[in-house]
Structure formats: structure tokens, C-alpha cells
């Protein structure tokens, strides 16, 4: 607990002395505390790796750096206890506001409601902490899984016999189950088999499941991923077992790592729907600089989703996430949570 102590506070100490000069003087036109002096703002995610949080954290510190705040990241790498100490010691050190990324309502809820007594502003991306005082950015999960799900509908028609990776108890993961579970009911599918684990080492870890299910299931034919590291177990135990023609994926979240995937010849990753992490992570410290300067960004700060399938990808040779902003500019940036005084991350 104190060494993860002293490294927060290293940490934040780190982020001060890169970004003073930046900010010396505020800046022009910009409410208070923006106009006249540094700003700090604490970041803690419960996920500990994976493309999407590394997307997630660039967006986080370009539009930090665009506002000249001290930055201070932090992961909690799947644990509970630490994702709380973080809170609290971001609490104990006194930032101006603190972004909580992912985690448990129940591990986080009091500690949320500490920082707020504390004066501290808090906002949640896709972890409902259930206070109105807590803005929530969310990706519309409902539309992510539907957007997916339709396609998967198109593609195979009503009836198909499907499995879904899924772990309850995280809360953009329980939005896109509950999809999964109305389309299964509406379009008359046999729901076969229901794994996953949430751990360090995910795609390995459901690929070892996925390769037992599809076993033990050989009608399988579709596989409904909410989580793209999810989606790249599934696709190891497919292409181990030589299954890419009978069992096709349908992903949520995207990465230039997960387009890699889908390009590849006869990949199984059929569809994925999803936001630019990049630009969550922008979204997400506008919201709750917003908060700071006592300009709510409102209770929900929704960023709409896009499908993009694999036909999408190869028939316009998109590669990156870079080239899919330069095709798909719903990718390139978000008017979510926006003022005149915030400048533009770059």
C-alpha cells in the first residue's frame, strides 16, 4: 500500500513539473481555477492493459495536454482493493477532479461520494456509480450490441445456434449482454454456451475456454464478443482449431491491433461496433474539466457508436485506426462535452 502510494504521488509530482511552464498563467478566457492556475486531474482505471485502454489513455492526454492540467494515470489491473486505494489517495492528494474508468459500483460508489464531500469533481466512463452528481460518459452500449447483433441477424438469419463470452458485474458489459439476451429471444436463437474471465492475460485465458466450447458445441456458428479482448480469444481458438469458415465473431471496441485481425485472410471477425477510444478519453477529461470549472457537461455524456464490418475494412483498404478516421470521421473526433474555452486536443 505505501509503495503504490509514493508512486501516485511521484507520479502526480512527475505530471507538475512537465506542464507548469504550460500553464504559468492560465488560460485566456477560461473560467476558474483554468484561467489562473494548474489544474490536476487523476485518472484510475480498472482494466491494467489492452488496446483499448492504450487508445483510451492517448485521448487522455492529448485534450490534457491541450488544457495544460497535470495528468496522473493509473491502472488497477483488475483488482478491486487497488482501484479504491487509488481513489483514495487521489482523494488524500488533493487533485481537482477524478476520472474513474471502468470497475464494481459497489467497490466504488462510497469512495466516489468521499471525493465529491471533498469538493472533488468526479465523472465515470461505463461504470454507473448511481449519483446525480456524477456525470456518466457512455459509449450507448445498447447501440454497439444492436448495431452488431443486426448484422449478425443479416448474416446468418433468424435461428442460429450462438454462444456469448460475457462476465457479469462490469457495467458496459451488462448493457450489451441484455441485448444479446432480447435478440435471442426476438430472432428465435439458441443461446449454447455462456464464458469468459476478466484477468491480466484475457485472450489467452478465452481462447483455452473458447477451444473447450467449441468442442463441446460444434453447431456454434456465432460468438457475440462485448469486449474486443474477448473477441481476440475467440479468434485464436477459431484459427487453432480451424473453424474460421464455420464460426464467425461479432465484436464490440475497436483497434488498429483488432482491424489487424479482421483484414486478415479468412479472419472469423465478421463485424465490431464501436467509438474511438481516443476520443473517450478526450470526451472524458472535457466532462470533468467542465465539472471543475462548475459548467456541468450533464448527467449523460453519450457518444453514438458505428458498425464497421470486414468488408468495410478490406473493400477500403483501411489498415489503422488512422486510415478508419480518414474513411469513417465519425472516428475522427466528438462535439460531446465541448466549450469555447477548451482548446482542441492535437
Sequence with gaps: MLKTFRTFAAAILAGSLLSTAAVAEGISGAPAPFDSRQVNIAVVSFLGGGDWLQAFEAGVKRQADALGVNLTISQARNDNDTQRNLVEQAINLGVDGIIINNGRPEVLKDVAEKALEKGIKVVAYDVNLDNPAIPQIEQSDKDMASLVLEQAVKDKGDGFVGGAVYVAGFA????????????????????????????????????????????????????????????????????????????????????????????????????????????????????????IAGQSPGQSVLLQPTLITRGDLTGNDIKTIEDLQQKFPAFLKSDAATASWIPAAK
Design 172 to 291: 458496459p458489459l451488462d448493457r450489451r449482454y441484455a441485448v444479446w439476451k432480447d435478440f435471442v429471444t426476438k430472432h428465435n436463437l439458441t443461446e449454447k454456451a455462456v464464458w469468459g474471465v476478466v484477468n491480466d492475460t484475457v485472450p489467452a485465458s478465452v481462447a483455452d475456454q473458447t477451444k473447450a466450447v467449441l468442442r463441446a458445441n460444434p453447431d456454434i456458428s456465432v460468438i457475440f464478443t462485448p469486449w474486443d479482448e474477448f473477441a481476440k480469444g475467440v479468434k485464436l481458438a477459431i484459427d487453432e482449431l480451424g473453424l474460421s469458415q464455420q464460426v464467425k465473431i461479432y465484436g464490440v471496441d475497436i483497434s488498429t491491433a483488432d482491424i489487424q485481425l479482421m483484414v486478415e485472410p479468412d479472419s472469423a471477425w465478421a463485424a465490431t461496433a464501436a467509438t474511438n477510444a481516443a476520443v473517450v478519453g478526450e470526451v472524458s477529461v472535457r466532462a470533468v474539466s467542465l465539472a
